[in-house]
């Protein structure tokens, strides 16, 4: 069964510009995560999507969006980029949710630098 | 506000011996308690967990121990192997939500 895959791995964007990481999920999971990982802040939740639907979202700013696909297929938008979006954004998929305890399983994540 | 804490940001023992990575958490609603591996340019990948009506679970070379009274659990590698060389996130969540609230994680390095 094939993993979590992230594309892209790497991006270089400057402020102000926007960008769209894209997570595709484990075969047959229906819930998709992301993350925001920076050095000393640890992995930031940014949201959580269900069958297309977002089910929670952390304490990030609006200029952080996200959807799902009906093949359960997900992405991330940020847009106006700002220097300190520089980051390593992960991508976690599990069967059902946290909620249900499910193990989440990461994809190798998208490094995202702003200059 | 940062309510999983690993306060020491990188830890060396040497290979055989025992490694103890800590994590404390704030929110007494979490009930349910993870530890994640993270080797460079890959994503974390599960390692072992533990539910707050258990104190201790083992796997292997991997225990983790919780105690809900002082909201602190602690993993416990034996004996420390070099490929345990990585970085190691604690995460907790509650039976209510669907977050998972991570650390800031512990790089630890075993010499061999």
């Known amino acids: 069964k094939a993993g979590v895959t992230q594309t892209p791995r790497y991006l270089i964007k400057t402020r102000g510009q926007q960008v769209t990481l894209s997570c595709s999920p484990i075969?047959?999971?229906?819930?998709v995560s992301w993350y925001q990982q920076t050095p000393g802040q640890g992995l930031q939740f940014l949201f959580e999507?269900?069958?297309?639907?977002?089910?929670n979202k952390g304490n990030f700013p609006g200029r952080f969006s996200g959807r799902q696909f009906s093949n359960s297929r997900s992405e991330m938008n940020v847009s106006t980029l700002e220097l300190g979006d520089s980051a390593l954004y992960l991508c976690?998929?599990?069967?059902?949710?946290?909620?249900?305890?499910?193990?989440?399983?990461f994809g190798p994540g998208t490094r995202l630098t702003v200059l | 506000d940062q309510q999983v804490k690993q306060n020491s940001p990188s830890l060396s023992v040497q290979e055989g011996r025992i490694s103890i990575l800590n994590c404390d958490y704030t929110?007494?609603?979490?009930?349910?308690f993870l530890w994640y591996k993270k080797y460079p340019a890959e994503g974390p990948t599960f390692l072992i967990s533990?539910?707050?009506?258990?104190d201790k679970n083992e796997d292997g070379r991997f225990t983790v121990f919780l105690n809900k009274s002082a909201k602190h659990l602690s993993l416990h590698i034996v004996p420390s192997q070099p490929g345990d060389s990585a970085v190691y996130f604690c995460?907790?969540?509650?039976?209510?939500?669907?977050?998972?609230?991570f650390g800031t994680g512990t790089s630890l390095t075993v010499i061999p």
């Open positions: 533990i539910s707050s009506i258990k």
């Open positions: 929110n007494s609603m979490f009930d349910y």
């Open positions: 995460a907790a969540t509650t039976n209510t939500g669907n977050q998972f609230y």
């Open positions: 999507y269900f069958s297309e639907t977002q089910r």
């Open positions: 976690a998929s599990s069967l059902l949710g946290g909620h249900s305890y499910n193990e989440q399983f």
């Open positions: 075969s047959g999971h229906r819930s």
